[in-house]
């Protein structure tokens, strides 16, 4: 029997990630599921007691530089490897220029791009002792574009995009193969502070779905969708600036 893959979710509480949670454990993975209070997540509480042998339970606030290195040591050891890290982690809050908050432009900073760095900086040499895995990071097709009152959350994540990009060669010589996901709109508590209308609004359960099979297909650099939403903001970004910028104010009420 073909020995089952472990993936480590950073940010498997709630939405896409608990939905990848389930779908990994149906589909013969052995999943750690970390986030800053998983241990007390009923949802996660049943997923434990139905798969008790396939899923292990690791609180991790991604926003504290305390005890990173110990955290990562310690998810290593729960199954003596991991072939898959997904960070998932996000924080979003919509900010006109009349509420900017700094605390919250710093909170998206951490949770959507610095809690990256300080994973991969303790993981690399896990993976390189291993010669392979897989490294795939949740970053959102509003990379594409800076859009109005979104900055906060886009700017990080456009910067996850880019470091991505520097990355990747290094990590393709390595046998660590990175992917990101750039994906529309979907459901969750975060987007639900959205007073707009969100075109092609995805599920939780269709976008883990989605993930998964880009995952488990042979490998591409990005994993985007939907594609309309996806080809809209690609044409922004290449648009002129006069052009773009006329067509993206337009959003503001």
């Given at each position: 029997m073909k020995a089952k893959k472990i993936i480590w979710i950073i940010g498997g509480s709630s939405?896409?990630?608990?939905?990848?949670?389930?779908?990994?454990?149906?589909?013969?993975?052995?999943?750690?599921?970390?986030?800053?209070?998983?241990?007390?997540?009923?949802?996660?509480?049943?997923?434990?007691?139905?798969?008790?042998?396939?899923?292990?339970?690791?609180?991790?606030?991604?926003?504290?530089?305390?005890?990173?290195?110990?955290?990562?040591?310690?998810?290593?050891?729960?199954?003596?490897?991991?072939?898959?890290?997904?960070?998932?982690?996000?924080?979003?809050?919509?900010?006109?220029i009349?509420?900017?908050?700094?605390?919250?432009?710093?909170?998206?900073?951490e949770v959507n791009y610095l809690g990256v760095i300080r994973v991969m900086n303790e993981i690399l040499p896990y993976f390189k002792e291993q010669k392979s895995g897989q490294w795939i990071w949740n970053c959102s097709l509003s990379s594409y574009f800076g859009l109005p009152q979104g900055g906060g959350y886009s700017a990080p994540k456009a910067a996850l995009v880019n470091l991505a990009q520097s990355l990747q060669p290094e990590l393709d010589l390595l046998n660590i193969k990175l992917q990101i996901i750039n994906h529309g709109f979907v459901k969750t508590r975060l987007t639900d502070k959205n007073s707009f209308e969100m075109p092609q609004l995805m599920t939780p359960l269709f976008t883990a779905k989605k993930i998964l099979e880009g995952i488990e297909q042979s490998y591409t650099f990005e994993i985007r969708f939907p594609y309309f939403l996806s080809l809209i903001l690609k044409i922004l970004r290449f648009l002129p600036y006069k052009l773009s910028l006329k067509l993206t104010q337009k959003i503001l009420p």
């Open positions: 939405g896409i990630g608990l939905e990848l949670v389930k779908l990994c454990l149906a589909n013969n993975y052995k999943v750690i599921v970390s986030s800053r209070n998983c241990l007390d997540n009923p949802s996660l509480q049943n997923l434990k007691d139905e798969y008790s042998d396939d899923i292990s339970l690791l609180n991790f606030d991604v926003s504290s530089k305390k005890n990173i290195k110990d955290i990562v040591k310690k998810a290593w050891s729960i199954f003596n490897k991991i072939d898959i890290w997904f960070y998932n982690a996000g924080a979003y809050e919509v900010m006109d009349n509420s900017w908050d700094i605390s919250k432009f710093e909170q998206m900073n």
